[in-house]
């Protein structure tokens, strides 16, 4: 069993940034790619941006790219989103997932998911 558990959250201006992490435990780190997804209210979740097991590979929605980056530490079993230049459409709890094999936007390929981390943005 996998558990991952976000945090950093929180309310900001548009324009700001926040660093979410997403700590992880209870199976060898690294043999996951990692996945960041958001859900606003009334829509379904959405793929933000995948990583690959070893860091080396990255993929962005097209609605984040330029804007957010994601990384991982496996030292430490944490993955991160950083995310510049924010926008009030970006206002979203946001999620972290995990599966074995490649980084994929499809949530429904992630068997592991943390409880979510509120962001909000305000014009």
């Known amino acids: 069993q996998v558990q991952l558990v976000e945090s950093g959250g929180g309310l900001v201006q548009a324009g700001g940034s926040l660093r979410l992490p997403c700590v992880t435990s209870?199976?060898?780190?690294?043999?996951?790619?990692m996945g960041w997804f958001h859900q606003a209210p009334g829509k379904e979740r959405e793929f933000v941006a995948g990583?690959?097991?070893?860091?080396?590979?990255?993929s962005y929605a097209d609605s984040v790219k330029g804007r957010f980056t994601i990384s991982r530490d496996n030292a430490k079993n944490t993955v991160y989103l950083q995310m510049n230049s924010l926008k009030p459409e970006d206002t979203a709890v946001y999620y972290c997932?995990?599966?074995?094999?490649?980084?994929?936007?499809?949530?429904?390929?992630?068997?592991?998911w943390g409880q979510g981390t509120q962001v909000t943005v305000s014009s």
């Open positions: 997932a995990a599966k074995t094999s490649i980084a994929t936007t499809q949530n429904y390929e992630y068997p592991y």
């Open positions: 209870g199976r060898i780190y690294s043999n996951y790619a």
């Open positions: 990583i690959s097991r070893s860091g080396g590979t990255t």
